[in-house]
Structures are given as structure tokens and as C-alpha cells.
T-cell receptor, first 116, second 116 residues
């Protein structure tokens, strides 16, 4: 069965600090997809990134970067020079390509607090 | 382009009442998902549709919950009768593609349901 673990329940940093959110996943499938979503205080779920299991290249998008390592089953998310607007709950999610469709399996989320 | 639209955004009702949540997916998306988010259980998939047909409803908690998709642009999630433990945020999501597991799911703003 697929599983996503976000061990950090809450992280608090001061603005402009770099912060990394950890995500560890479990799957028996060789083809799978990993996602990050952001849930700001307003409550909506905002899609950030999708990666497939065959693409281990790190990705950078502005101040956001993602480090995908199959060897450690991790898909970590780093925010560089954090800003107050980055305050939100961030969810890592996994879906397997094969077998029954379970939709997305979400981690419990990491509540990120950026203090001014 | 409009994203996923959900209504109402907030619903407060009394135990025993019928509640109907509504969703309009992104035009052209073949898959529609209903999720529930609670503090205790996080985000859980309730049911999903492919081309208006329910494919997997194994996540629906009990017979009090039902979902329909009468056409490609509209879906409902109904709870009858409602109970206080149904209080949660209900999200609708849609995705484009040939598999429910591979494409990015885009979420609506959610409906915050409170059952008194």
C-alpha cells in the first residue's frame, strides 16, 4: 500500500531564511507520481509540482526547489529566502500508476509559519 | 480559465438535515474526485468519476453519503441524514487524462460543512 510521511508537523522560521520540508514515501509500484500542494490560510489546495518516478532531475521554480531521490524514497521541498506569504500547510502526495485507483494519497501536511 | 467551482463555500446545518454539496469541474476534464479533509484523518478520497460514471466509491463512509454526476459539468455529494461527525471540509477535484492516477488533480476551494 502506498504511504506518504511528512514527519515535520510544524516549522517556524524567520522571514528570509531557507526552509526544507521533508517528504518520504512508500510504494511497491515502479511507476508513480509525486505531488506537492499548498494550502494557505484561505483553505484552497494549490497545485505546486508533479514528478514521475522516472524523472529524478531536481526542479527549481523561482524560490521553490524540489529534490527527488529514489534511493531514499524522498521528495523534499525547499523554499529559499522565505516570505510571510509562504505561510501555509504544505502537502506531499503520491499516486501509483498501476493497480487500483486510490486517487492521491496525501501526507499529514507540514504547517509552515514564516515570521516577519 | 475558470478552475473547479464548488458551492456553497460554507454550510451550517443541524443534525438530521440533508446536505447537498455541488461541484463544477474544469471544462474538458474527464475525472472528478470528492475528498474530505478533517484534522484527525487528513485528506481522504471519497469517490471518483470517469466520464460521469462512478468508478470507485470505496471511500464513502456509509450509506448516508451519495454522489452523482448527471453530466460532464456538474456533480453533487449528498449527506442524508447529516451527523456532527460529518463536519469537515469537502473538496472536489478534477483531472484531465487517461488515468485517474497519473494526471494532476486541480482542487476547488472546498466547502466547509458544520453539522450542529
Amino acid at each position: 500500500a502506498q504511504k506518504v510521511t511528512q514527519a515535520q508537523t510544524e516549522i517556524s522560521v524567520v522571514e528570509k531564511e531557507d526552509v526544507t520540508l521533508d517528504c518520504v514515501y512508500e510504494t511497491r509500484d515502479t511507476t508513480y507520481y509525486l505531488f506537492w500542494y499548498k494550502q494557505p490560510p484561505s483553505g484552497e489546495l494549490v497545485f505546486l509540482i508533479r514528478r514521475n518516478s522516472f524523472d529524478e532531475q531536481n526542479e527549481i521554480s523561482g524560490r521553490y526547489s524540489w529534490n527527488f531521490q529514489k534511493s531514499t524514497s524522498s521528495f523534499n521541498f525547499t523554499i529559499t529566502a522565505s516570505q510571510v506569504v509562504d505561510s501555509a500547510v504544505y502537502f506531499c502526495a503520491l499516486s501509483e500508476a498501476r493497480g487500483g485507483a486510490d486517487g492521491l494519497t496525501f501526507g499529514k501536511g507540514t504547517h509552515l509559519i514564516i515570521q516577519p | 480559465d475558470a478552475g473547479v467551482i464548488q458551492s456553497p463555500r460554507h454550510e451550517v446545518t443541524e443534525m438530521g438535515q440533508e446536505v447537498t454539496l455541488r461541484c463544477k469541474p474544469i471544462s474538458g476534464h474527464d475525472y472528478l474526485f470528492w475528498y474530505r479533509q478533517t484534522m484527525m484523518r487528513g485528506l481522504e478520497l471519497l469517490i471518483y468519476f470517469n466520464n460521469n460514471v462512478p468508478i470507485d466509491d470505496s471511500g464513502m463512509p456509509e450509506d448516508r453519503f451519495s454522489a452523482k454526476m448527471p453530466n460532464a459539468s456538474f456533480s453533487t455529494l449528498k449527506i442524508q441524514p447529516s451527523e456532527p461527525r460529518d463536519s469537515a471540509v469537502y473538496f472536489c477535484a478534477s483531472s484531465l487524462g487517461s488515468s485517474p492516477n497519473t494526471d494532476t488533480q486541480y482542487f476547488g476551494p472546498g466547502t466547509r460543512l458544520t453539522v450542529l
